[in-house]
């Protein structure tokens, strides 16, 4: 599925407490929550978006007739501005807040 969506492998610094050099095999380890927390980010941010647009479109609907259009513009535009706020919200944090770190080499124990 990378191959598909990604054109170029990502990167991303950790620390190096083990003084690992480059084609080292290493374990890295990964501070506790700091998956769940991005995939709330990622994921639902822009569903709690896309429902309170929806819902807000439909209410602001002054016809009945209407409401349908409205609450799937408001979903379009809610789920357009959660993206957006999970950008945002991610441009803040600090590069190696996961706590990114070189645990040790692969194949210790």
Known sequence: MSGVFCSKPRLFQVENPINADIGDE?????????????????????????????????????????????????????????FAIAKWISSFRDENRSGAVIARQYGEE
Do not use: Q
């Not at 941010?45 to 429902?51: E, F, G, V």
């Open 26 to 82: 290493v374990i890295i380890s990964i501070a506790d929550g700091s998956i769940l927390r991005g995939i709330g980010l990622v994921y639902l941010m822009p569903l709690l978006m896309l429902a309170t647009g929806a819902m807000l479109g439909s209410y602001w609907a002054e016809l009945p007739g209407l409401r349908d259009g409205y609450a799937a513009a408001g979903a379009m535009i809610g789920l357009i501005a959660g």
